[in-house]
């Protein structure tokens, strides 16, 4: 009779430890090289965080010159636009002559105008004399363009009188 044929299982095993004989051992690796490699995986980040502060660096600087060469176009534009709205403003308003008639109709008669003047914002101040103010503000409640004066201030005169400033809002 013949001798049994080798199993496949025992192939296997003769196989692989001819492969695991054959095969060299690894030498436990130098200290330095485990180093090396540790300080390139956390030089990785580190260069990564640099490089976007350069980068975001470069970007603020150009953003910075392109924001100074629009401001540099847009000058004479925001120029023309703010005497615009100077002259709107200007024109919408009524004229001072007409403002001083309107309170001069509207005051009691012992009230007098000392002084009306037009700041360059467009705000009207305006100090009157009285005798009674509590008389002077109800007058002048009466009249729709007088009302937004607002009273500021008052100071006495030596002859007993009350000199109130109204002003109108800018």
Known sequence: MSAPRDSLTDRLIRRSARVAQARPSLA????RVALA???????????????????????????????????ARHAPQATREAAAAVLRDAVRQPALVATIERLARALPDDARL?????????????????SDPDLLRGALRRDPLLVALRESGQRRTPDARVVVTLRTRA
Do not use: K, W, Y
């Open 37 to 71: 490699l540790a300080g390139l995986l956390a030089l990785g980040p580190l260069l990564t965080i640099v490089g976007a502060s350069l980068l975001r660096a470069g970007v603020a600087a150009e953003t910075r010159g392109i924001e100074q060469q629009v401001r």
């Open 28 to 31: 436990m690796p130098d200290i």
């Open 114 to 130: 000392v002084s009306a003047a037009r700041e360059p914002n467009g705000q009207l101040q305006v100090e009157i004399s009285a």
